[in-house]
């Protein structure tokens, strides 16, 4: 991010201050700040140097890193007292009761460091803290990197001049950030501000960390998103070859009225046909010659016969033939449909692989550890009641098996996503405790970014595995569905 893109999302970020820490996970180098009080959340990408307000909720690792075991101690329960930038250099500092959490993206590799004064208590990546001017206005063309000089270039049809690129920068950011999302030959771009030179805006967002989510999303879940389109990949080249070996083979089954053609003329000029002939010439059905191949260690009889046999299994394949080429296409189809899914929302992959599996892909098998630490679903708690959210589709199947039958469950209605287990054990559920874990089922599917989403519940004594079904696949036999906008709510409970 550039300094002036930095000062955008600090200014989304500015309504946490003051609230407190609840969690700190680490997800890679990528650090993220859960609060409460108000509820919501901050990430730092100090790799792809980015910091800004977030509602992402990746699996975080059951045992945290070094560096997120520290700023827990450092860190949970205290209030966020300020949040300032170094001017609009790339630099900043985060304010608590007894330390500092500074954000440093100035260097060729970002760094977050964890200060008590002017003592260094642990930094992510090593060494130590650079000077920075904090507490300065600075001047706006100092934010200015590459990207903001080419949009205004774009722009003026010419390489602006200081003065302008100052006026720019003041200019886009006396507006409220909003949020662009643009696909380029560079990856996924989020801007606050529209980028005419970029095409048109694959999506829009109300708010700039919105698109920033979906750029932080994609990095964060495409490791394990790669491996499924490789998957994929791998079955689409395989069904395409079998639809060409199909393809030949209705070219061969067209023939089966030709082969019969041939052994009833064989069976009806018999006594014209020599005993161990290679060919024959023999008068067709409309008089003019026809010279037959046969086959001379066969008697002709039963070279007809076995043309006869032959003929059968040909008109039987062209009726069957044509179905199954259907069904090839259709699941071809189906896995480019999953495949440009997969490329905009990488957070699906777990919730895929059953669908995927009954597709023909075989999903990569993780390793003992990684199978130990995915296993634990993630744990909400909404009022009195624990909230189970599941992490794959197996992970789903499991919650359902393991659940008692009167507990609550929901899941995003007609689309893939997490399976959301209210454990009440018949329990009357309330009202704001149902929509809080509609809620999370929206969230954790593929309507992620939807205004409102149909949620089904229903106990899981009504849930039913049909024979055959993927992973995580059941029937309901009695629903109710209530609409939700997608979210979740983080709080020092959660």
Not at 90 to 102: E, I
Not at 276 to 285: D, L, Q, T, Y
Not at 322 to 328: C, M, S, V
Not at 464 to 471: C, E, I, L, S, V
Request: with cysteine; net charge positive.
């Amino acid at each position: 991010m550039e300094g002036i893109e930095l000062q955008a999302a600090l200014r989304e970020a500015e309504g946490f201050r003051g609230a407190r820490v609840a969690k700190v996970h680490q997800v890679g180098e990528v650090v993220f700040l859960r609060l409460f009080s108000p509820p919501g959340a901050l990430v730092i990408d100090p790799l792809d140097k980015a910091f800004h307000r977030t509602e992402l909720r990746p699996p975080a690792p059951e045992h945290p890193p070094a560096f997120a075991a520290l700023l827990r101690r450092h860190l949970r329960g205290k209030p966020l007292l300020s949040l300032e930038q170094a001017g609009f250099d790339r630099a900043l500092r985060l304010r608590f009761p007894d330390v500092d959490l500074v954000v440093d993206f100035r260097p060729r590799r970002g760094n977050l460091f964890l200060l008590k004064g002017k003592a260094l208590l642990g930094a992510l990546a090593g060494g130590t803290p650079s000077p920075a001017e904090w507490g300065r206005d600075g001047d706006p063309l100092e934010g200015i990197g590459p990207g903001i000089r080419r949009a205004l270039g774009a722009r003026l049809g010419r390489s602006p001049t200081e003065e302008e690129l100052r006026q720019f920068a003041e200019e886009i950011l006396a507006e409220r950030p909003r949020g662009y999302l643009y696909r380029t030959s560079r990856g996924t771009l989020a801007s606050f501000f529209p980028r005419p030179e970029l095409g048109n805006a694959e999506e829009e967002f109300p708010h700039y960390f919105q698109a920033l989510d979906r750029v932080r999303e994609e990095l964060l879940f495409l490791g394990d998103a790669r491996e499924l389109v490789r998957g994929i990949r791998d079955a689409i080249r395989r069904k395409l070859r079998a639809l060409e070996k199909i393809e030949g083979s209705l070219e061969e089954a067209r023939r089966w009225e030709e082969l019969k053609l041939k052994a009833d003329l064989i069976l009806t000029r018999l006594h014209d046909i020599p005993r161990g002939a290679r060919e024959a010439e023999v008068g067709g059905f409309d008089g003019a010659p026809v010279v037959i191949t046969l086959d001379p260690a066969v008697p002709p009889q039963e070279y007809a016969q076995r043309l006869y046999a032959r003929a059968r299994k040909l008109r039987r394949a062209l009726e069957e033939l044509p179905k199954r080429k259907g069904t090839l296409e259709e699941e071809i189809e189906e896995l480019k449909e999953i495949l440009r899914e997969l490329e905009k929302r990488p957070y699906l992959a777990p919730y895929l692989e059953g669908e995927l599996e009954a597709l023909g892909v075989r999903p990569p098998r993780a390793g003992e550890a990684e199978r130990k630490e995915r296993a634990r679903p993630r744990e909400f708690r909404v009022g009195d009641f624990r909230v189970l959210v599941g992490r794959s589709a197996r992970e789903n199947e499991r919650l359902v098996r393991e659940a008692h039958p009167r507990d609550l469950w929901l899941h995003a209605r007609g689309i893939p996503g997490a399976h959301v287990i209210v454990k009440c054990a018949g329990r009357a559920v309330p009202q704001e405790v149902l929509e809080e874990a509609a809620r999370l089922a929206a969230w954790h599917s593929k309507a992620r970014y939807d205004t409102k989403v149909a949620v089904t519940y229903t106990e899981v004594r009504h849930l039913r595995k049909p024979k055959g079904a993927p992973p995580g696949a059941f029937a309901v036999y009695k629903e109710q569905v209530i609409v939700v906008r997608p979210g979740e709510e983080d709080g020092p409970g959660n």
